[in-house]
């Protein structure tokens, strides 16, 4: 109960609503004496700071840190990160600083109407996030996508035709031949949440290839997947959406 861990709170929570960029002289000082006091504080304090504001804000305070400020973020002062279309410009760069945060636990994507260029790389970019993660939600085109493998032109996606002993009698049916997902489970081994909503992308064989580790899952705007898929699921679910 003692005030003066209560006071500076409110202190930091200002910091993060500071313009860095454009600054002039006076805002440039001011911003490097509350950088040095906002590095100082105990790593599960600012963790609960930065788990309030959004991933642009992070970026910003990450950019205008010094090495000590940084080294506090990446080593347990950012768990969370949520970006929204606000964060973004509608064709955007995916936010490189995220592989940097050695003890991130959850990360949200809701930028539906954002454009991030060649999911591929976005992809290849999010397998170089932290393994702690636990939870994933990503919200906008191509977010199924980015979690598979990118076709090599010597292997390109082609349709195939089998036989579907489903029905009552044998009938032909053209299927097309998905890439296959990266491998969640190694790179994010600790992974409990996952939820996608973008552009229906995977079929039945992707949900063979989700995490083991799921106990949520939320897939949307899906006409790929059918009721066989369910056989599939990850174990251990608590919570499951499929439209």
């Given at each position: 109960?003692?005030?003066?861990?209560?006071?500076?709170?409110?202190?930091?929570?200002?910091?993060?609503?500071?313009?860095?960029?454009?600054?002039?002289?006076?805002?440039?000082?001011?911003?490097?004496?509350?950088?040095?006091?906002?590095?100082?504080?105990?790593?599960?304090?600012?963790?609960?700071?930065?788990?309030?504001?959004?991933?642009?804000?992070?970026?910003?305070?990450?950019?205008?840190?010094?090495?000590?400020?940084?080294?506090?973020?990446?080593?347990?002062?950012?768990?969370?990160?949520?970006?929204?279309?606000?964060?973004?410009?509608q064709k955007a760069k995916y936010p490189r600083y995220l592989c940097h945060l050695r003890k991130l636990r959850s990360l949200r994507f809701y930028c539906a109407s954002t454009n991030f260029g060649d999911v591929y790389e976005l992809g290849?970019?999010?397998?170089?996030?932290?393994?702690?993660?636990?939870?994933?939600?990503?919200?906008?085109?191509?977010?199924?996508?980015?979690?598979?493998?990118?076709?090599?032109?010597?292997?390109?996606?082609?349709?195939?035709?089998?036989?579907?002993?489903?029905?009552?009698?044998?009938?032909?049916?053209?299927?097309?031949r998905r890439q296959p997902l990266w491998d969640i489970s190694k790179v994010f081994p600790r992974l409990r949440s996952m939820k996608l909503e973008s552009d229906a992308f995977f079929v039945n064989e992707h949900i063979q290839q989700l995490?083991?580790?799921?106990?949520?899952?939320?897939?949307?705007?899906?006409?790929?997947?059918?009721?066989?898929?369910?056989?599939?699921?990850?174990?251990?679910?608590?919570?499951?959406?499929?439209?």
């Amino acid at each position: 109960n003692n005030p003066s861990t209560k006071a500076p709170t409110n202190r930091y929570y200002l910091i993060l609503s500071l313009p860095p960029l454009h600054r002039n002289h006076q805002q440039a000082h001011r911003l490097e004496r509350e950088m040095a006091h906002f590095s100082s504080l105990p790593i599960d304090i600012l963790s609960m700071v930065t788990a309030k504001v959004y991933g642009g804000t992070l970026l910003r305070l990450w950019c205008t840190g010094d090495q000590q400020l940084q080294n506090t973020l990446a080593n347990g002062g950012v768990t969370k990160v949520v970006f929204t279309d606000s964060g973004f410009h509608q064709k955007a760069k995916y936010p490189r600083y995220l592989c940097h945060l050695r003890k991130l636990r959850s990360l949200r994507f809701y930028c539906a109407s954002t454009n991030f260029g060649d999911v591929y790389e976005l992809g290849r970019q999010g397998q170089k996030l932290s393994p702690t993660l636990e939870s994933l939600e990503l919200t906008f085109d191509g977010a199924e996508k980015c979690l598979c493998v990118e076709p090599s032109p010597d292997d390109p996606i082609v349709q195939e035709t089998v036989d579907d002993e489903s029905t009552t009698g044998p009938e032909t049916a053209t299927t097309v031949r998905r890439q296959p997902l990266w491998d969640i489970s190694k790179v994010f081994p600790r992974l409990r949440s996952m939820k996608l909503e973008s552009d229906a992308f995977f079929v039945n064989e992707h949900i063979q290839q989700l995490p083991r580790t799921l106990e949520k899952l939320w897939l949307s705007v899906h006409s790929n997947l059918t009721p066989a898929c369910i056989a599939s699921l990850p174990p251990n679910l608590t919570q499951l959406y499929l439209p």
